[in-house]
Structures are given as structure tokens and as C-alpha cells.
């Protein structure tokens, strides 16, 4: 059974039908990709999954239980994690101290009470830093990190609620192809070591490919096909979405390096 079920899932802004009559699912230890162009409906449809947006029509199910109408809080405690950018606030505090400060909130222990528990949980933080890599730069305060650390410190919170099912929202924006390859990399690699699910969006295609283990599109609201990433690539109504019609991946790669 498939850990996410999305059914018929829709939601307007003022006439807009921003998502319209989604399906799909996603599995234990899959990794999958919401592409679509820029304004698809990509973004909403993340937000009505972790419970930031209500949903106007469909149902959301993990492991079987209606997930809309539910708080985020609520949404997050039952498994579904998300990536976030690490605050401005907390940019002065050490790699080591942001994921501890992760691992307190997943218990709903208080702010108030870090200044007394400054090694509250530093074993396992730095268990988690261990495997997206940032263990040598522990003690480092985050403002001191490259942008592709960052990225990778910010997975390492997420993972702090031990999620069954990871949301990320264009991850790999602002990243340089080589960080974004490594980003993806690290993805994957926990997606198998944890058997999490993940669910990530992207607008560009080339990294997606690579690292999905299926793909979902949408264009205007509408999931317009599904498959695995070979599939996708050659299906007539991605390429018309991404390169107008009588283009393909391939010329258009021929293109880009003439
Ligand atoms: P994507 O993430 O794929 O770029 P979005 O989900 O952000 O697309 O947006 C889908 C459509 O819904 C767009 O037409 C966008 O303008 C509209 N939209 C998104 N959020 C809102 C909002 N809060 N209020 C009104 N319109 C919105
Ligand atoms: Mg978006």
C-alpha cells in the first residue's frame, strides 16, 4: 500500500483553479518528482500536503488516515517532514546547536529551556549531521556555511522528526549544478538508507532525471502524465509543456551546448 494517496485533489484562488483533480501516490522508500512549469500548481499542491492550505476538493491520506482539515503540527507529528530554510535568528548558532534545537522541538520541549540544556541531544544531532556529511563542521555557526552546506544542515533538520514522508520545495533553487547534483545525491542516498519517502519539486528538469525514482507533471492545475523519468521524457505533452511542440529533451540539449 502506498505510504501517500492523493485523490482528485483540487483548490482555487478566486477562479483560479490552481490544482485541479490531482492523483497520485507515493510509496515507502520512493523518491518522487513534481515537475511542472513555473505557476503548474506545484507549490499548492505541496502547502495542501503538509496542511499549510486547505484543499476545496479531494482527499489526502497517509497510511490511510485523512490528512485534510488536520493542522501542519498535526500533519508533522504524524510523519510528514519538510525542508525549511534555517531562519536569520538562528543563523548565528552552530550547525550542531540548530539540529539540537530540531530534535528538542520534535519533543515539544520548550525554547525557554535550551540556554539550560545547551547539550540537550548532541549525540544525536551529530549522528545526523554524520549522514548528510556536516560532522566536521559542527561547531561552525551556520551564517559561516557555504550555501550547498546549508542546504544539507537543513535536510539534517528535517530528518530530526525521523519522517516517514519528506516534502521539499525546489530544494536545489539557487544551487549550482555541482551542489545540486550532491543535494540530490544525499537525497536519494537517504531515501534508501531510511526507506523514507520523499516527494520533491522542481521547475528545471536536468537533475530530476537522474534522481527520481518516478516523476509527476503538472501544467495549470492538471497532472498531465506520470512515470518513470525515461517515460516522462519522452512523452509528447511534457515536451509540448517544457519546449512547445515539435521539440525534444534531446534537441534542446544540442541547442544549449551549440
Ligand atoms: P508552482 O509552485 O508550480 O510555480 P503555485 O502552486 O505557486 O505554482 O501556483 C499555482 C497558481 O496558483 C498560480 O497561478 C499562482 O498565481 C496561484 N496562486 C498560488 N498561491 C496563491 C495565493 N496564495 N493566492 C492566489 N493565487 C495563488
Ligand atoms: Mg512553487
Not at 91 to 109: G, H, P, R
Not at 177 to 188: G, I, S, V
Not at 199 to 220: G, K, P, Q
Amino acid at each position: 500500500m502506498s505510504l501517500l494517496k492523493v485523490t482528485d485533489l483540487g483548490k482555487s484562488f478566486g477562479g483560479n483553479r490552481a490544482v485541479d483533480g490531482v492523483s497520485f501516490e507515493v510509496a515507502a522508500g520512493e523518491l518522487l518528482a513534481l515537475i511542472g512549469p513555473n505557476g503548474a500548481g506545484k507549490s499548492t499542491t505541496f502547502n495542501m500536503v503538509n496542511g499549510q492550505l486547505r484543499a476545496d476538493a479531494g482527499s489526502i491520506t497517509l497510511d490511510g488516515i485523512e490528512l485534510i482539515g488536520r493542522r501542519p503540527r498535526d500533519i508533522w507529528h504524524r510523519g510528514v517532514g519538510r525542508t525549511f530554510q534555517i531562519a536569520e535568528t538562528f543563523a548565528s548558532l552552530t550547525v550542531v546547536e540548530n539540529v539540537q534545537m530540531a530534535l528538542i522541538s520534535a519533543d515539544a520541549k520548550l525554547y525557554s529551556l535550551w540556554k539550560r540544556a545547551a547539550d540537550h541531544r548532541r549525540g544525536e544531532a551529530l549522528a545526523l549531521l554524520a549522514q548528510v556529511g556536516m560532522q566536521a563542521q559542527a561547531d561552525r555557526p551556520c551564517s559561516a556555511l557555504a550555501y550547498g552546506d546549508v542546504k544539507r544542515v537543513e535536510l539534517a533538520i528535517a530528518m530530526a522528526n525521523a519522517p516517514k514522508l519528506l516534502l521539499m520545495d525546489e530544494p536545489t533553487a539557487g544551487m549550482a549544478p555541482q551542489e545540486r547534483n550532491a543535494l540530490m545525491a544525499l537525497t536519494k542516498r537517504l531515501v534508501v538508507e531510511r526507506g523514507m519517502a520523499v516527494l520533491f519539486t522542481e521547475h528545471s528538469m536536468d537533475v530530476v532525471f537522474v534522481y527520481a525514482d518516478r516523476m509527476i507533471v503538472l501544467a495549470r492545475g492538471r497532472l498531465i502524465a506520470a512515470g518513470k523519468p525515461a517515460e516522462i521524457r519522452d512523452h509528447p505533452k511534457v515536451q509540448e509543456v517544457y519546449f512547445g511542440s515539435g521539440k525534444t529533451f534531446e534537441k534542446d540539449k544540442k541547442a544549449a551546448t551549440a
